[in-house]
């Protein structure tokens, strides 16, 4: 990891794609403060869940994701859970026939998601045209 030596605190420099730059500059403005502070702050918050995540959940861990469900193998229980969300926004663990568990709270760190509700909004503008 290269820092700049003239930068005291030492920073390292990133790349960022210039049309992402541009929404997070708009969301540090929002929050009146520097795009520097707002991207620390975001990733400092990232890394802090990602390590909390794995000591309460340290069975239980993604290992794959389909169109619309994220899988998350429960060590524990020699488990494969498939968790999904229905249309209204209820969840449901296969493992544990629940609306909701362990798998589907440590599911909803994935970013898989994204994609499955991106998915989902597709079909609800294909239904509704
Ligand atoms: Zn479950």
Redesign the pocket.
């Known amino acids: 990891m290269r820092t700049n030596p003239r930068n005291k605190e030492g920073v390292v420099n990133i790349q960022i794609y210039k049309p992402l730059y541009d929404k997070i500059a708009k969301l540090a403005d929002e929050q009146n403060i520097t795009i520097k502070e707002y991207v620390n702050k975001f990733l400092e918050g990232h890394v802090i869940t990602i390590e909390l995540m794995r000591q309460r959940f340290s069975q239980i861990m993604q290992v794959g994701a389909t169109d619309t469900a994220v899988l998350m193998q429960d060590k524990g229980k020699n488990v494969i859970?498939s968790v999904t969300m229905q249309k209204n926004g209820d969840m449901h663990?296969s493992?544990?026939k629940?609306d909701f568990?362990?798998?589907?709270f440590a599911s909803l760190f994935s970013p898989s998601w994204i994609t499955i509700l991106q998915n989902m909004g597709k079909e609800d503008t294909l239904q509704s045209s």
Not at 101 to 104: F, G, R
Request: hydrophobic letters at 35%; proline letters at 0%.
């Open positions: 859970a663990c493992a544990c629940k568990c362990e798998h589907i």
